[in-house]
């Protein structure tokens, strides 16, 4: 028997130039809840062509991106859910924090580290660093909040084995819509992708990449593609 979980990053949203996007409050905009409408209709003619049914719990960070975007799947899908859909927030599946600086711009980062004479100077690299933890409060690596992704994932899959040695039949895919940054550490740590993936790899906006259980055997990908980085995007 198998558990199916599709990993869905938030739509393109209203973000603050060179600021790290960690906790940036802002909604979708218009061209990105647009593109996540046609993501969703995309997965929805894979369920049926698979006959594959939602977890009526869809996942979601508490950020408001990712929110809007679990709450058009729902929307988009409805008739594919078991039955009536919920989006429930959870913390744990937020992108990294960087603590008491949260959405101030990176240079203004970099001058309060340089005004403390307790810090040290980051690596040039530091907002992509997945070791790297600002000595600020609150602030974590991009590996710890991938670990908060793998262990909250890990929870779910634990929840599906005792319900799976219950009852017969395939389980249903569940949705959990996240970030990019803290999905790909969660995958590094559910050993889905290598570490030298995190940085080569990204994810297209509201895509779905589909994980699948099956038994004992290795994690693999059922659905959907992870996105080759170029040089010119984004970090998210």
């Known amino acids: ?42 997965f929805g003619e894979w369920l049926t062509h698979n006959g594959l049914r939602l977890d009526p719990q869809v996942d979601s960070s508490t950020l408001l991106r990712a929110w809007q975007t679990a709450m058009i799947y729902t929307e988009e899908l409805h008739e594919h859910f078991d039955s009536e859909p919920q989006v429930v927030s959870f913390p744990a599946l937020c992108e990294r924090s960087v603590g008491a600086v949260a959405n101030l711009p990176v240079e203004e980062i970099e001058r309060i580290l340089a005004l403390d004479p307790r810090f040290s100077t980051p690596p040039k690299n530091w907002k992509s660093d997945s070791d790297y933890c600002l000595p600020f409060d609150g602030a974590e690596s991009l590996l710890q909040a991938g670990q908060r992704v793998a262990d909250h994932i890990q ?16 389980g249903l895919v569940k949705l959990l819509v996240g970030h990019g940054a803290s999905i790909r550490h969660g995958a590094f740590h559910l050993s889905v992708i290598q570490f030298c993936d995190i940085k080569r790899l ?29 040089i010119h995007d984004v970090l998210d």
Request: glycine share 8%.
């Open 1 to 42: 028997m198998s558990a199916r979980i599709a990993l869905i990053r938030h739509g393109a949203y209203e973000q603050l130039k060179n600021v790290p996007s960690a906790l940036q409050p802002f909604p979708l905009t218009e061209e990105g809840e647009q593109e996540v409408r046609q993501q969703a209709r995309t």
């Open 155 to 170: 929870a779910w899959r634990s929840q599906q084995a005792i319900y799976e040695g219950k009852h017969e039949g395939d």
């Open 202 to 230: 990204s994810m297209f906006y509201g895509h779905p990449v589909v994980l699948e259980f099956a038994n004992d055997q290795p994690i693999q990908k059922g659905f959907g593609e992870w996105k080759q980085r170029q």
